[in-house]
């Protein structure tokens, strides 16, 4: 039995012998605990997105087993309870809408109950930053634990990767070049074994970022959701999470602007989705650190690409985790002097370097030297210009480097439904130099700007073997997607940035080495145009009613994270009154 000098947390409800203590106890034993669970151990909240709606976190209910295990042995109490979860494959409009909604749910309930620390359990991509928010808000010890990638997908014989495989397909169906049969025949095989996409797609890159933090232990990243390990990994986590809890090692001592810059750092050397630009800036408003969209520039750029994963690469999440995994990279980043803060406190109490300075690396093809990158320049591309003042991202190692430097004519579509009704026209006017533009699938304008900015290529430059060509929009794109593409536009369409005033025919300049994105008419013209834009902006409907009101009229923009206004900043944990 563990008996702490600190005070814990949930002495407030259990440790008193009055009307209060006795109510949160004697409600409490209905679950057949006996009294001595409530004299001073550690209550380990064990913050579950369990949902059969969200099967990268399916197999969540016996991972939490695990962890339960751990934190009894060390002797704490678990309390599992359940949180939103966001399911990226099922949810519409787009899991991204209610990432905000279940980050309130999680700082709610730890705040509101008798938790002295928690163990966030999180997988699929949107679970990831929903759980660290809520958290972070409320600053309490916390611990992540990852549900770890699927196997690597099969079919006909070869290996092919979560999300990434369907854009591929499907576009080789609508050029002909495979048969829909065939097409269909891939399905099963793409997701053959619990846990999240095996690409370097969002869930993959969240939990490097979040090993990267320092919030989970050493290899929480990549190790398959079905491998032995990750049940240890689960169970070592209940472990030390009790250690935390003692300690009083809270979330912001981890979540350290040091913290930030290594996670930025790491995105650029795997190859990470773009939606992380996103999800780190929405954490570390939580924490009240400051993260500017330069950061990623500052930090990021020049930094190669030595992850060799598709999207952007060859590989799956089960190779890089027999390569050596996420330490593998940060010992090769280190020992380069690539990694800006090797002294960073992680989960474990030792620093970022400690945990990787003696980690093998097994394989050279999947985490290549230094010397040798996937790509040279892999940081995320921060654009600005007239087009997008507050900021743009592409991701250069999933675009093609010849359209980098790129100037073209724009094909505008109003909106999704516009886009998907005239995109496959053969008289619509576009060839491979043109820029296709999608409006109005921003934060507030889809809403929840959805991952449809990778949108695809007209079939008839399909049919010529066009593979690429610019995209912009203020929509993001899914992690697991490739093709060089311009997103994030800020401020959106919906919003009245610049983009709602792009007509087909302007020209568009697109210098990914300059960071600019230039439409190229007179300010005056673009002033006058967005004037007739303010006053026709009556005419969009209203949003109604429900959450989906309450999110239109207070998502930030993506260049501040998309968080709600006034969820930002870091809360505490502090409940002074009781319930009765
Ligand atoms: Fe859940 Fe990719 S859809 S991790
Ligand atoms: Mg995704």
Redesign the pocket.
Known sequence: MTSSPRKLRSAEWFGTVDKNGFMYRSWMKNQGIPDHEFQGKPIIGICNTWSEL????AHFRELAERVRRGVFEAGGYPVEFPVFSN???NLRPTAMFTRNLASMDVEEAIRGNPIDAVVLMV???KTTPALLMGAASCDVPAIAVSGGPMLNGKHQGRNIG??TAVWQLSEQVKAGTISIHEFMSAEAGMSRSAG??NTM????TMACMAEALGVTLPHNAAIPAVDARRSVLAHLSGMRIVEMALQGLTLSKLLTREAFENAIRVNAAIGGSTNAVIHLKAIAGRIGVELALEDWTRVGRGTPTIVDLQPSGRFLMEEFHDAGGLPAVLRRLGEAGLLPHPDALTANGRTLWQNVQDAPLWNDEVIRPLDKPLVADGGICILRGNLAPRGAVLKPSAASAHLLQHRGRAVVFENLEDYKARIADPALEVDADSVLVLKNCGPQGYPGMAEVGNMGLPPKLLAQGVTDMVRLSDARM???AYGTVVLHVAPEARAGGPLAVVQSGDWIALDCAGGRLHLEVSDEELQARLAVWAETRQAIPADGSGYRKLYVEHVLQADEGCDFDFLVGCRGAEVPRHSH
């Open positions: 969200t099967p990268c976190n399911g990226e494959s997988g699929c991509d979560s999300g999240t996409c797609g969002t869930a993959s899914s992690g697991t």
